[in-house]
Nanobody, 126 residues
Framework: QVQLVESGGGLVQAGGSLRLSCAAS????????MGWFRQAPGKEREFVSG????????YYGDSVKGRATISRDNAKNTVYLQMNSLKPEDTAVYYC???????????????????WGQGTQVTVSS
């Protein structure tokens, strides 16, 4: 079992930046593919970014490409999502997720992730 706890959300003006953190505890973190998803009211959960355990594979959703950077510190069991040039349409609950069965390539499908955090709210004002 893995427990994931997100932090770093909040209210920010358009054009601003936020860094989200996801702290993992429990089983071995270093072998998990980690992902970030988001869900806005009335919308489906959307893939934001994913990173392999070795950091060699990083994927981004089209809506955040060029504005987001995922990173992980395996020594701290933490994955980060840096979001820049935030837009009102980035407003959503952001979730961290862990995939323990992947061969190393981050999936864009929420169904492939085994563990989820409780989410952190990001609100971007115009």
């Amino acid at each position: 079992q893995v427990q994931l706890v997100e932090s770093g959300g909040g209210l920010v003006q358009a054009g601003g930046s936020l860094r989200l953190s996801c702290a993992a505890s429990g089983r071995t973190f270093t072998r998990y593919v980690m992902g970030w998803f988001r869900q806005a009211p009335g919308k489906e959960r959307e893939f934001v970014s994913g990173m392999s355990w070795s950091r060699t594979s990083q994927y981004y959703g089209d809506s955040v490409k060029g504005r987001a950077t995922i990173s992980r510190d395996n020594a701290k069991n933490t994955v980060y999502l840096q979001m820049n040039s935030l837009k009102p349409e980035d407003t959503a609950v952001y979730y961290c997720a862990a995939d323990e069965h992947s061969g190393g390539f981050p999936s864009r499908s929420a169904d492939d992730y085994d563990y989820w955090g409780q989410g952190t709210q990001v609100t971007v004002s115009s």
